[in-house]
């Protein structure tokens, strides 16, 4: 069974965490600070990244997740200030920025694919060597209910959400006897800045958008689940637990 970082656990442990500099990345960031983690923040916004990090007592370090050298650097980096990882959060994402129509576009697919997959494949790839030495540990990578029912106005986003829910439930199995757990944070939409003019569209219909405390709390609650491979889903006025999957049909003898 994996030796899961439990919320109770966490002074003394060390964590990883990307997509740091704002949103759901900067709150839980905080959360994990409040309950006794050394932190090592990593993303692309450097100014806002370190300012968090100095406001936390973290180190900081310029991370593209889609590149995978730069992922194993963040790893490294965490070693050297610490001299070990426990927790990683794959968090960091961004909007796709186009359609499979008129408007798509190779570049923006690409960067799309590349931060929101490649980055928690990337980032798995670089953490686990880690948090096999520190005698195992736990990856939460951030999924969305976009990687669990299809959403018509970005298939693309859709695609790579649901690509992460599929590597967390089959990593899960594979890496659980090296005391490794794996989850999947999956929220609906939440009040951060990848929503962007979606926003105003959301509130104009009255669909209710997350307020990123909710997120936190769920990723706290999952931290102590004693399961693996799950994903947890995160909607307004709903508890928040492990979506349930049926099970696909098996081949017939």
């Known amino acids: 069974m994996p030796s899961p970082v439990g919320t109770g656990t966490l002074p003394g442990k060390v964590a990883l965490v990307t997509g740091a500099s704002n949103g759901i990345g900067a709150a839980v960031a905080r959360r994990l600070a409040d309950l006794g983690a050394s932190l090592v923040l990593a993303d692309v916004d450097d100014d806002r990244g370190k300012a968090l990090a100095d406001e936390l007592g973290a180190a900081y370090v310029h991370c593209d997740v889609s590149d995978l050298a730069a992922n194993k650097a963040a790893v490294s980096a965490a070693q050297t200030a610490h001299g070990r990882l426990d927790l990683v959060f794959l968090n960091a994402g961004i909007a796709s920025g186009c359609g499979v129509g008129d408007d798509f576009d190779p570049e923006r697919y690409r960067r799309a694919m590349g931060v929101n997959l490649d980055g928690v494949v990337y980032g798995t790839v670089a953490a686990l060597p880690a948090l096999k030495a520190a005698g195992g540990g736990t990856i939460v990578a951030t999924a969305s209910m976009a990687g669990i029912a299809g959403i018509p106005g970005d298939p693309i986003y859709a695609a790579n959400k649901h690509a992460v829910v599929g590597f967390v439930r089959s990593l899960a199995q594979e890496v659980a006897p090296q005391g490794i757990k794996v ?38 609650t999952l931290l102590d689940s004693e399961g693996t491979g799950e994903c947890w889903f995160v909607i307004p006025g709903r508890e928040s637990r492990p979506f349930t999957f049926r099970r696909a049909p098996g081949p017939r003898v």
């Open 183 to 220: 989850q999947a944070l999956c929220p609906s939409f939440t009040d951060t800045a990848i929503l962007g003019e979606g926003k105003a569209v959301l509130e104009r219909i009255g669909f209710p958008v997350l307020e990123v405390g909710q997120v936190v709390d769920t990723f706290t």
